[in-house]
């Protein structure tokens, strides 16, 4: 089976910076996706990962390790606005998705 | 605004009945995702079809079905619905490049079945 695995949620501090880590099994790995998501709302796309490596994209960065099944979401310069859930999404071949339930985040002045 | 459009809002019905929930994608967006989105089970894909023919399947139960028809807009259909079948159903669409997977989300549909 798939299993991605998210904290559920994690605090930190306006200005700061946050890792939000992922760690997933999966067969048939073809592309790690971090997507957005304010209540109530459609998530959002954020990044793309299918190399190994480091993806920076403005104040959002993506890394990941296909050998460790690990992949994080840094967040620099957190704003009050960042508050939401990040979901980690695996695709697999097939062209199957998979998310992970989300970590909800929560930025406090 | 993603784009992506999703019909009805909102949808309140009974059990055991059947109801369609559509979408329309991004302009130039050949492929349509369907997912479904409950509290207790995070974001889960249903099923994939790209330019009209179905590519890809996940969790989808045998009383949901989906197509994708000629104009690209797509229609899930759910039927003898249950009180576990409320959830929030996002459409997503992807583009026609090759390598593109990034997904632009609908608004979503909340169903609510009592």
């Known amino acids: 089976g798939q299993n991605i695995d998210q904290p559920t949620e994690m605090t930190a501090t306006e200005g700061a910076i946050v890792q939000i880590n992922c760690t997933y099994q999966t067969s048939g790995f073809n592309g790690l996706f971090w997507y957005q998501q304010h209540a109530g709302e459609a998530p959002t796309f954020l990044s793309y990962n299918v190399l190994d490596g480091l993806e920076e994209k403005g104040r959002f960065s993506s890394f990941l390790s296909r050998s460790k099944g690990y992949s994080y979401l840094l967040l620099k310069e957190l704003q009050m606005k960042d508050s939401a859930s990040y979901l980690c999404a695996v695709r697999v071949s097939g062209n199957q998705f998979y998310f992970g339930t989300g970590t909800s985040l929560t930025v406090i002045p | 605004d993603s784009g992506v459009t999703q019909t009805p809002k909102h949808l309140i019905t009974a059990t055991g009945q059947r109801v369609t929930l559509r979408c329309s994608p991004r302009s130039g967006d050949l492929s349509v995702y369907w997912y479904q989105q409950s509290l207790d089970q995070g974001l889960q894909f249903l099923i994939q079809?790209?330019?009209?023919?179905?590519?890809a399947k996940g969790n989808i139960l045998e009383r949901f079905s989906a197509q994708q028809f000629p104009d690209l807009h797509s229609e899930l259909n759910l039927s003898s619905l249950e009180l576990g079948d409320s959830a929030l159903y996002f459409c997503a669409s992807s583009g026609s490049t090759s390598g593109s997977y990034e997904q632009y989300f609908g608004p979503g549909t909340r169903l609510t079945v009592t």
């Open positions: 079809y790209y330019n009209g023919e179905e590519r």
